[in-house]
């Protein structure tokens, strides 16, 4: 059964970083991409990162490139997205997703799989 538990969110200062995490369970993380969406309040759900558990490789949404990085650590089965000089505009529900990996995945496929965290609150205000 796979399950993914996120954690790390919080009340964070602009221009303050922070680092959420996905424990992932009942699935090979070498065999799937493991990524975060967002979604704010009244707005679109938003692809901000995603990580290959094959190759490492990673993509991120334009919004976050260069402030932001993923990692997967197989050994704790765990992936974690670090954000730094966060902005207002970053304020949204951040949740974990993963899907088998194919050559025809997309972010926006991967972020349209069933599994999905609960979410985690990330709320940048002063």
């Known amino acids: 059964q796979v399950q993914l538990v996120e954690s790390g969110g919080g009340l964070v200062q602009p221009g303050g970083s922070l680092r959420l995490s996905c424990v992932a369970t009942?699935?090979?993380?070498?065999?799937?991409?493991i990524g975060w969406f967002r979604q704010a309040p009244g707005k679109e759900r938003e692809g901000v990162a995603a990580?290959?558990?094959?190759?490492?490789?990673?993509v991120y949404t334009d919004a976050v490139k260069g402030r932001s990085t993923i990692v997967a650590d197989h050994a704790a089965n765990t992936v974690h997205l670090q954000i730094s000089n966060l902005k207002s505009e970053d304020t949204a529900v951040y949740y974990c997703?993963?899907?088998?990996?194919?050559?025809?995945?997309?972010?926006?496929?991967?972020?349209?799989?069933?599994?999905r965290g609960q979410g985690t609150q990330v709320t940048v205000s002063s």
């Open positions: 997703v993963a899907a088998r990996l194919s050559p025809l995945l997309t972010m926006e496929k991967l972020i349209d799989s069933d599994y």
């Open positions: 990580i290959s558990g094959g190759d490492g490789g990673t």
């Open positions: 009942g699935f090979t993380m070498e065999d799937y991409a």
